[in-house]
């Protein structure tokens, strides 16, 4: 049988819409609650240094009223250790943080990257919060992860998402290789960024894998189809994909 293969939604870019006219509609609490009644596992928002999407009001909010595992992305940085230790969420994805970005475009460097890297994870882990660090596929990222103590990754599948053809499959073996190393190490492996119904299933059948977390394609999908119906069928496809990877059916059809 197929482990499981949970899905955190990502409700920044409802936020965004809402900030676009600085009111209170749409509200991404409101799409939080929605999300898990449509079958998701977890609720992820990123709360940048510029606040571009969530506040720190719908932080309190989304701590409150959310019945489900909230996972804060945020950068180590000593104002976002003081939120998320005021906090305590179930989850922190330490993320690196540009303000000119318009997303975050590469992952964490975990082999020779911030000094604030490793007391951020210890505080957080001894804080009781599960910490995940958000890095480039790579087996070299994945073991300096191991060595700074994360019990979790989330691999940065931008690349492949905007790869084609045989870029795409390149990619696709690094974040094979990395989920195995995850799963040599005892890390949990995760995975995000640009998924979508199109290239989500190679991903979902990568068998160390253990969450999925998605945003934009969903938000922007739910315009089209509805939140709850965009999410279910991420959700089948998530699963089909998983059921057809135990059996080895799974492949690049891109
Ligand atoms: N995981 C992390 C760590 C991210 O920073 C993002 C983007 O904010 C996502 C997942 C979700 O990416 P997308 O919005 O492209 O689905």
């Known amino acids: 049988m197929a482990r499981y293969l949970r899905l955190g939604v990502n409700i920044d870019h ?14 991404p609490v409101r799409a939080a609650v929605m999300a898990i009644q449509a079958g998701a596992d977890g609720i ?14 719908d932080l309190d909010r989304l701590m409150r009223e959310v019945r489900a595992p909230f996972n804060l992305e945020m950068a180590a940085t ?8 005021a906090h305590r969420p179930h989850a922190v994805c330490l993320v690196p943080e540009r303000r000119e970005e318009r997303t975050t475009e590469g992952g964490l460097d975990a082999v020779a990257g911030p000094a604030s890297l490793a007391p951020a994870v210890r505080t957080l882990r001894e804080a009781g919060i599960r910490v995940s660090l958000f890095i480039e596929p790579t087996v070299e ?7 700074l103590g994360a019990p979790a990754v989330e691999l940065h599948t931008g ?10 499959a390149r990619e696709l073996a690094r974040i094979v290789a990395a989920a195995a190393r995850c799963d040599a190490l005892g890390l949990e492996c995760h995975a995000g960024h640009g998924l979508t119904y199109d290239n989500v299933a190679p991903i979902a ?7 999925l977390n998605i945003g934009h394609f969903l938000v922007g999908e739910a315009v089209f189809i509805g939140l709850e119906a965009s999410i279910r069928r991420m959700r089948a496809v998530m699963e089909g994909a998983r059921a057809a990877g135990a059996t080895g059916l799974i492949g690049l059809s891109r």
């Open 14 to 27: 409802v936020a965004t819409v809402r900030n676009a006219r600085g009111g209170s509609h749409p509200d």
């Open 44 to 57: 992820t928002a990123h709360l940048r240094e510029d606040r571009r999407h969530i506040t720190d009001a």
């Open 78 to 85: 000593d104002e976002m250790l003081r939120i998320a230790l």
């Open 141 to 147: 990222q994945v073991e300096a992860a191991a060595a």
């Open 159 to 168: 690349a492949y998402c905007h790869a084609a053809g045989d870029g795409a």
């Open 205 to 211: 059948a990568i068998e160390p894998m253990a969450e």
